[in-house]
């Protein structure tokens, strides 16, 4: 509860904050690595390498290598692709056992890079990396059979040095694309987290990740999740990814609360009086709960721009 009274408070804290910006362009303090070969990891990364060769052996494929149909193209995008309009496209995994737990510090995932796919016209794998007109949105989560909890949401911009830029082929560019997290996530031992990437707003960029139907990682799966939501779809198999993390060589701090003037003393005294069922507290955390401004499935819907007022429509309530 007392981490629920943190959370609340900081969503209805930073909405005061979008709600009285300007209009200006959003910028991100991340950055998005691209390599060409598979990069190394941190000693404690999780990591699975292995993928299919052609669309079809992909995640929500049919196994038939064949053009068009059932088999390939787009008949699998809802499963592979990250793109406006499409659900987040993730993974689980789970974490070893150092006590103290983990520090993420990057994410990395590899593009459809096939190398017998069968595939003409629009059938075809496209990518769009170049500087573009939104985020593409990296969230990581605790999962709990298919609750997804929100941990952090991280914001990076496309293009840049290296990027793979704009094309079509039939096998794809095959590039990795790690992101470095601006903010490290601190995960426990022995636990199931995941990671999921979205694209939304008015952006134009997309991409298709490399999986495969088969199972190699067992201690994990794809999946996706809808904007907003907090529920998982499992998927049968796994992405090509990489979650590149150290073992935390002391127990993590605390939570201090960044935006507000509460101690610990304060929470503390807080979840008693909920606890109880003393008023105001109580009819004031219900009253907190039960707005649409302050919810834990809550999730970002960015924009190149914040409209408040003037002739350009209005988007600064991030509806």
């Not at 219900?286 to 408040?308: C, K, M, Q, V």
Request: charged share 10%.
């Amino acid at each position: 509860m007392k981490n629920t009274i943190r959370f609340l408070c900081s969503v209805v804290g930073g909405m005061l904050l979008s709600d009285a910006a300007l209009a200006h362009r959003l910028t991100f303090n991340s950055t998005i690595t691209y390599s060409a070969v598979q990069p190394s990891g941190a000693p404690d990364s999780v990591a699975q390498w292995n993928g299919a060769a052609f669309d079809a052996a992909n995640i929500g494929g049919s196994g038939v290598n064949a053009d068009g149909g059932a088999n390939n193209g787009t008949a699998n995008d809802a499963s592979t692709r990250v793109a406006n309009g499409q659900p987040t496209q993730g993974q689980t995994f789970t974490t070893g056992s150092n006590p103290n737990g983990y520090d993420v510090s990057g994410i990395t995932v590899r593009l459809v890079g096939y190398t017998s796919n069968t595939a003409t016209g629009a059938n075809q794998i496209s990518w769009n990396l170049g500087p573009t007109d939104g985020p593409i949105v990296v969230t990581i989560g605790k999962v709990n059979g298919t609750t997804h909890s929100l941990l952090s949401i991280q914001n990076f911009m496309a293009g840049g040095e290296g990027t793979a830029g704009v094309g079509t082929s039939a096998n794809g560019p095959g590039t990795y694309l790690t992101f470095n997290l601006p903010f490290p996530v601190h995960l426990d031992p022995n636990t199931t987290y995941s990671f999921d990437l979205g694209v939304q707003g008015k952006a134009n960029t997309f991409f298709e990740l490399l999986g495969t139907s088969a199972d190699p990682y067992s201690g994990g799966t794809a999946y996706t999740r809808p904007w907003k939501g907090a529920t998982i779809t499992p998927l049968s198999g796994d992405r090509v990814f990489q979650v590149n993390m150290t073992a935390s060589a002391a127990p993590s701090a605390p939570i201090a609360h960044p935006g507000a003037l509460h101690t610990e003393a304060d929470f503390d005294r807080m979840k008693a009086k909920i606890a109880a069922g003393a008023a105001p507290w109580k009819t004031s955390f219900d009253a907190l709960t039960g707005s649409r401004f302050a919810s834990t499935g809550w999730g970002p819907t960015p924009y190149e721009y914040i409209n408040r007022g003037g002739t350009a429509a209005n988007n600064y309530t991030r509806t």
